[in-house]
């Protein structure tokens, strides 16, 4: 099985993410994680000793968890405010495109019981009658981390990049090299059993490009 292992984001520093790439021409760009405050995480029943281990932590992801497309969008499509539990491969809020961030507790039995932690963004993408779901990077709990998802959607080649820490995006059609810039607004969605803390980033209005 094929598996990407990603690097964990310890820190809020400016950061230079190459995109896995599923189309041609892939882009890099700078980003900044986003800080999540301390309250908005559901700490209920984490051992902080095990959450500050970092080999308790999933750093590797097999193909199909790191990229998926739903062929049939109409059963995955997803309601405005849909909330912590129930988000699926489509964007949220009704948009074209988002980046949906998860921390994840999961106790695993054994002896000593461990706790596997995960903590991920993934880009959605709602185009051409089919939803896109790529992972983008992976964190230690604290931060939203951003990236970019490059890909081909009806023949067209595109790049979409979230810089949450600064809380805006930007995608290009590379068939006609249009690049339009986005605001992003945040969303804490809270949490849902062994989800932590969910968090949405989703266009708000288009910006000038300055990145």
């Not at 290009?172 to 605001?183: A, Q």
């Not at 989800?195 to 000038?208: C, E, N």
């Amino acid at each position: 099985m094929v598996a990407a292992k990603f690097l964990l984001v310890a820190m809020a520093a400016c950061i230079k993410a190459s995109p896995v790439a599923t189309a041609a021409y892939a882009a890099t760009t700078d980003w900044t994680a986003l800080a999540i405050p301390e309250n908005t995480i559901d700490w209920d029943g984490i051992d902080m000793d095990a959450f500050k281990n970092p080999a308790n932590w999933k750093q590797e992801f097999s193909a199909d968890e790191i990229d998926k497309i739903s062929s049939n969008p109409v059963n995955d499509t997803i309601s405005t405010r849909s909330g912590p539990c129930s988000q699926g491969n489509c964007p949220d809020y009704n948009a074209p495109f988002d980046l949906v961030y998860q921390f994840v507790a999961v106790p695993v039995q054994g002896d000593p019981p461990l706790t596997i932690f995960e903590s991920s963004s993934i880009i959605r993408v709602n185009d051409c009658g089919q939803c896109l779901y790529h992972k983008v990077g992976s964190g230690l709990g604290a931060f939203v981390p951003g990236g970019c998802y490059d890909f081909t959607s009806c023949g067209r080649q595109q790049t979409i990049c979230v810089d949450p820490g600064n809380t805006r995006a930007h995608r290009i059609w590379k068939d006609k090299n249009v690049k339009t810039c986005y605001g992003m607004k945040v969303e804490t969605l809270g949490s849902c059993g062994p989800i932590k803390s969910r968090i949405v980033l989703h266009p708000k209005g288009t910006t000038a490009c300055n990145w």
